[in-house]
């Protein structure tokens, strides 16, 4: 096995990026570029943040994915075997890219989701934790779906749903401290700490 040192430097500006022990993707609090750790080195990926909700406030940032894409659902099938219209469009889904019970991450996926709206500049402050690649954050998004579809009142059996990237990039999600959790500054839903 071979072992390669990278330096953690901002592909766009030079700049030392901040990072936690398994982080892969990367908001460079400096000029706010993103990157990805790949096998040959950072890549550079767009990069915004998602601006706190009027009357919120941003006291420490999480990254997160946010993907443009074509989702198509066929092949549902309710539970007596009748089969019941899919649909196709255009969604944008946000999925957390730092470490979160998988109940929790679904929960502010969807809430983000729900709540994507006005972004901005990624802020000029530590923005880590990032260790969910974007493969996976595509297989989440399909996650999302099938859940939303199972949830409908037909008895759903069977479906299927195919996730069509158009675009990606990362965001900076703004959080605030309170209690037990961070409360999200977009969507106010409160996640463990």
């Known amino acids: 096995m071979t072992v390669r040192l990278l330096p953690l430097d ?7 990026l901040r990072a936690e022990p398994l982080d892969i993707v990367f908001l460079c609090d400096h000029c ?9 080195g950072l890549s550079m990926l767009e990069a915004t ?31 007596d075997r009748r ?8 969604r944008v ?16 996926a969807l809430a983000l989701g729900r709540a994507f709206g006005a972004t901005g500049e990624v802020p000029h402050e530590p923005v880590t934790g990032g260790v969910l690649d974007l493969e ?12 939303e579809e199972v949830r409908k009142p037909d008895m759903l059996a069977s479906v299927k ?9 990362l965001a900076a999600i703004p959080f605030e401290r309170g209690g037990d959790g961070l409360r999200c500054a977009v969507t106010g839903v409160t996640i463990p700490a």
């Open 10 to 16: 901002c592909p766009s500006c030079g700049s030392a």
């Open 32 to 40: 706010g570029s993103g990157a990805i750790l790949a096998e040959e």
């Open 49 to 79: 943040a998602l601006l706190p909700t009027p009357g919120r406030r941003a006291e420490l940032w999480r990254p997160a994915w946010v993907v443009e894409a074509h989702v198509v659902v066929t092949d549902r099938i309710r539970a």
């Open 83 to 90: 089969p019941t219209p899919g649909w196709e469009g255009e």
């Open 93 to 108: 889904f946000v999925i957390p890219a730092f470490e979160l019970p998988i109940a929790e991450l679904t929960r502010l």
């Open 136 to 147: 996976d954050a595509l297989v989440l998004a399909r996650h999302l779906v099938v859940g």
């Open 161 to 169: 749903v195919v996730i069509e990237e158009r675009s990606h990039r």
